[in-house]
């Protein structure tokens, strides 16, 4: 028993130390795993560095594609790199093959293992532990294999010819994959079967010389595989460079767009890189390097907020010309000074700070004669003058040295060459004045009230080459004249309120050889005339209310072969109401054309007519009870008169007004219930009814009241205050 038990001591050491063996076996595989894994981390930093230029790689494709097509000798350098690539992935397949004929060597011998080394199950489980660690670091890497797989998918549209090559290697990864995924599984297993393991130690000590071999073969390929990288990152490198080199470039300016039928912001993009008479890197976009051009087309829009902040710069006296807006402004740092706008941020600024600083220059009318813009200023350096300007701050001088005691107003252009207006030069009062352009030729016309008393000329209309006017020489009152630019040609038409007190005509208005106005003669109130243009002429056209009373005529508009007007009153017949009537200048001529269910006590008023249609403000219902004052139209037939929109819905009243049209629709200010005064348009050529559309420009119920509305090109330039930047210079394109 005793040499039994001897014996038995013997096998014990002789496992003791094969144990021990093992563990230092163990430990160094554990340290080539170690190695392993920080090559691994070493790989996964190049790999987070490789996805990182691959993804600014992927935003310079997108504006670099053309010249991509071009690259033939950066590709050849590619193709070469990824003929290693898939070298490197056969080495890999190779390795990993002999790895699974290893494994099912392995797979032979664990299975005849059934004994021995019962005292190793504690090393055994650090190997496992080891193992473990070892399989988490493989599904990173499998995991990186996977981003990299999503990566070259990216690419697979920039890489144009490559397409095939690419997706080639995308198999043999995901072959690659599944072969790990495979060894994971029998790396499981074989955990399982070496649970088991009592004996035979010998025979794993060859199969664990074998794994270290295998791994040495695949720190081989992970090596092999990071100078592949290497290589690819050489070629990205170069690509890079060569891309730098080819920059892409922006141009910015506003040009014509048919497109969008108006002025538009055009950007034109392309590469710095030669094409044509084009200069490669030299910074500028040319003609032959544009690759492509866009248009922005205008919208409803703040132009420019000229005095900064909620204050308002308040722009006034609009006026077109040379294809821009010109127009008074206070930004307050030049004060109120002349301002230019060509509708866009940059274009929009001061032509010239007349008074320096912060004082402000006074204006009152702008106006078109010949190539120049002439305006009326006063400042306390000229006083009152007649200024003209080409658009630029030298081209903006003083015209006149007359240093009238007030600003000149009533400006109105009566051609191309010459222009009237009212001005008091100290000594004659407010008079007529005329010029063409030069002080030589600007001089009063005539001193139609004598002496320093003033005739105060207004309601200035052209037609027929002819001014007409109404005017108070201090004997006759306030009458109508008429002038052809000349002293004698100057002369009243006609006293029509007889004596010293005055008719005041207004709502002058020509049609054919006639200029229709109302005045009041005290004998029939505010009635319809006429002129032809001499005191004989020159007449009542209707008593449409009969005796002193007013028939109530605020305005006069054309269509066709008629004036257009609302007016009340009875003569030898029941009362009509308010109602819509028309003129051709004949007694027999002036009818009434509105149908009946226009309200009978207040008038159309605000009457606009456009592409044979009148547009205007009139109330229906006993009181206007129904719809208050809205928004009418008529074709001039009793039929074609009616309601086109209830603005304010019910028996309030949207008040439509300031009617104008431009393009296919006609524009003005109303509001309503849920809207403040605000820029309303319908279509032009109308039919039977329908809803108008709003530009809310404060929004809600405040009002932005849209004043000023001067076309230039295809822009409607106009003043409005959004409730932000106070009143300033707004756009908007029309149709």
């Not at 397949?93 to 004994?115: I, K």
């Not at 902040?309 to 294809?323: F, I, R, V």
């Not at 000349?486 to 005509?505: C, E, V």
Request: proline share 2%; glycine share 12%.
């Amino acid at each position: 028993l005793q040499g039994v038990i001897a014996s038995l001591n013997t096998t014990l050491g002789d496992l003791i130390i094969t144990a021990d063996e093992l563990q230092a076996q163990l430990t160094e595989t554990f340290s080539d795993l170690s190695d392993a894994n920080t090559q691994i981390s070493l790989l996964e930093t190049q790999w987070a560095n490789a996805n990182t230029t691959i993804e600014s790689l992927l935003l310079s494709w997108g504006a670099a594609n053309q010249t991509i097509a071009q690259l033939d000798s950066g590709w050849s350098d590619a193709n070469q790199t990824i003929s290693e690539l898939q070298t490197a992935l056969s080495n890999a397949n190779s390795t990993m093959a002999q790895l699974q004929t290893g494994w099912a060597d392995a797979n032979q011998t664990v299975s005849s293992l059934t004994s021995q080394l019962t005292g190793a199950n504690a090393s055994i489980a650090s190997l496992l532990q080891g193992w473990s660690s070892a399989n988490q670091t493989i599904s990173v890497l499998t995991t990186g294999w996977g981003n990299a797989n999503q990566t070259i998918s990216a690419l697979t549209t920039g890489w144009g010819n490559a397409n095939q090559t690419i997706n080639s290697l995308q198999s043999n990864l995901a072959s690659a994959n599944q072969t790990i995924a495979s060894l994971i599984v029998g790396w499981n297993g074989a955990n399982q079967t070496i649970s088991s393991l009592t004996n035979g130690w010998s025979d794993a000590n060859s199969t664990i010389l074998m794994l270290i071999s295998g791994w040495s073969t695949a720190n081989s390929t992970i090596a092999t595989l990071q100078t592949g990288w290497s290589g690819a990152n050489a070629t990205i490198s170069s690509l890079l460079s060569t891309y730098a080199a080819v920059t892409l470039h922006e141009s910015i300016s506003l040009n014509y767009s048919t497109h969008c039928n108006n002025f538009a912001t055009q950007i034109n993009s392309g590469l710095d890189n030669g094409d044509g008479n084009g200069t490669a890197s030299d910074g500028q976009l040319h003609s032959d390097e544009i690759d492509s051009i866009e248009y922005i087309c205008p919208v409803l829009g703040l132009v420019k907020d000229i005095q900064q902040g909620t204050g308002s710069s308040s722009p006034s006296l609009l006026t077109a010309y040379d294809g821009m807006v010109f127009f008074v402004a206070n930004d307050n740092i030049h004060g109120r000074e002349l301002w230019k706008s060509d509708g866009t941020l940059t274009g929009t600024k001061v032509v010239k700070d007349i008074t320096p600083g912060s004082s402000s220059t006074s204006f009152n009318c702008l106006f078109v004669l010949g190539n120049w813009l002439y305006f009326s200023a006063y400042t306390s350096a000229y006083g009152g003058e007649l200024w003209k300007t080409d658009g630029t701050s030298n081209g903006t001088v003083s015209v006149t040295n007359q240093n009238f005691s007030s600003i000149p107003w009533n400006c109105l252009t009566s051609s191309t060459s010459n222009a009237f207006f009212v001005a008091n030069d100290g000594q004659n009062g407010s008079e007529l004045w005329k010029t063409d352009g030069t002080a030589n030729g600007t001089f009063m016309v005539k001193d139609i009230r004598s002496g320093t008393s003033s005739s105060s000329p207004d309601k200035l209309m052209i037609h027929g080459g002819d001014l007409y006017f109404r005017a108070n020489n201090g004997v006759n009152g306030t009458e109508l004249w008429k002038s052809d630019g000349s002293m004698n040609g100057t002369f009243m038409l006609k006293d029509i309120r007889q004596g010293s007190d005055s008719s005041f005509p207004f709502a002058l208005t020509g049609l054919g050889n006639l200029v229709l106005f109302v005045s009041n003669d005290y004998t029939h109130g505010n009635e319809l005339w006429r002129t032809d243009g001499t005191p004989n002429g020159t007449t009542l056209v209707k008593d449409i209310w009969c005796g002193s009373v007013s028939s109530g005529i605020d305005s006069l508009a054309v269509l066709g072969t008629y004036v257009y007007f609302g007016a009340n009153g009875a003569c030898n017949q029941a009362w009509t109401g308010d109602v819509l009537w028309r003129s051709d200048g004949t007694l027999n001529g002036t009818t009434t054309v509105t149908p009946a269910d226009l309200y009978t006590g207040n008038y159309p008023s605000n009457i606009f007519s456009y592409n044979n249609q009148l547009f205007f403000r009139g109330k229906n219902g006993s009181g206007g009870s129904i719809n208050g004052f809205e928004l009418w139209t008529s074709d001039a037939t009793a039929n074609g008169t009616y309601m086109y929109d209830d603005l304010w819905t019910g028996s309030s009243s949207g008040s439509p007004q300031d009617f104008f049209a431009v393009g296919s629709f006609v524009y003005f200010i109303a509001s309503t219930g849920t809207h403040g005064a605000e820029l309303y348009k319908i279509p032009a050529n109308i039919s039977g009814g329908g809803g108008a559309s709003v530009e809310d420009i404060y929004a809600g119920t405040n009002s932005s009241t849209p004043t000023g509305f001067t076309v230039v090109g295809n822009l409607i330039f106009f003043s409005a205050n959004d409730g932000v930047n106070g009143r300033e210079l707004w756009s908007m394109p029309f149709e």
